[in-house]
T-cell receptor, first 115, second 113 residues
Framework: AQTVTQSQPEMSVQEAETVTLSCTYDTSESDYYLFWYKQPPSRQMILVIRQEAYKQQNATENRFSVNFQKAAKSFSLKISDSQLGDAAMYFCAYRSPYNNNDMRFGAGTRLTVKP | DSGVTQTPKHLITATGQRVTLRCSPRSGDLSVYWYQQSLDQGLQFLIQYYNGEERAKGNILERFSAQQFPDLHSELNLSSLELGDSALYFC????????????FGSGTRLTVV
């Protein structure tokens, strides 16, 4: 079964600086999808960015970008120009095209943004 | 508004009681997923439905059950409630296309006293 590991339970960043959140996963599948979700204090789960495994180009959404290393099974999230509103729990997720499109989540990384 | 509607937003009930959580998926989405998130914990997958049929089961207790109706809304039934069942329960929906992530509802916060 696929597993998703977020090795950083907590991270902090100074406002306007850049921070990278780590995620690794274990799979034997060649085709899959990866996601980062944000959960602010409101507890709403918000999709931040997604990456298709067959695409070599790293996904970017405004200040959010990923570093996808398929061979290393690594999928890190970079937040540039961090803002106070970026403070949240961030979950990495793996979605299989098989197994009923099952999505697996990591344990999460709590990001604090210091003013 | 994510398009996934969960009711109620908050629920307080006593141990031993039974409650029903409701979810309406985003328009056009056939799949519904239920997750449990205890305080400061990750997301625990409970169960998945696709177009009315159960597709996958996760760590769902026997005291819990769910169903998806012909109009695609889903209900999660929790019975013989215990203090440890206090959590945030999320419903998510997804289109058939697998390159989309899940769209989550705002959750139902259940407190068992």
């Amino acid at each position: 079964a696929q597993t998703v590991t977020q090795s950083q339970p907590e991270m902090s960043v100074q406002e306007a600086e850049t921070v990278t959140l780590s995620c690794t996963y274990d799979t034997s599948e060649s085709d899959y999808y990866l996601f980062w979700y944000k959960q602010p204090p409101s507890r709403q789960m918000i999709l931040v960015i997604r990456q298709e495994a067959y695409k070599q180009q790293n996904a970017t959404e405004n200040r959010f970008s990923v570093n996808f290393q398929k061979a290393a099974k690594s999928f890190s999230l970079k937040i540039s120009d961090s803002q106070l509103g970026d403070a949240a729990m961030y979950f990495c997720a793996y979605r299989s095209p098989y197994n009923n499109n099952d999505m697996r989540f990591g344990a999460g990384t709590r990001l604090t943004v210091k003013p | 508004d994510s398009g996934v509607t969960q009711t109620p937003k908050h629920l307080i009930t006593a141990t031993g009681q039974r409650v029903t959580l409701r979810c309406s998926p985003r328009s056009g989405d056939l799949s519904v997923y239920w997750y449990q998130q205890s305080l400061d914990q990750g997301l625990q997958f409970l169960i998945q439905y696709y177009n009315g049929e159960e597709r996958a089961k996760g760590n769902i207790l026997e005291r819990f059950s769910a169903q998806q109706f012909p109009d695609l809304h889903s209900e999660l039934n929790l019975s013989s409630l215990e203090l440890g069942d206090s959590a945030l329960y999320f419903c998510a929906s997804s289109p058939q296309s697998r390159n989309y992530g899940y769209t989550f509802g705002s959750g139902t916060r259940l407190t068992v006293v």
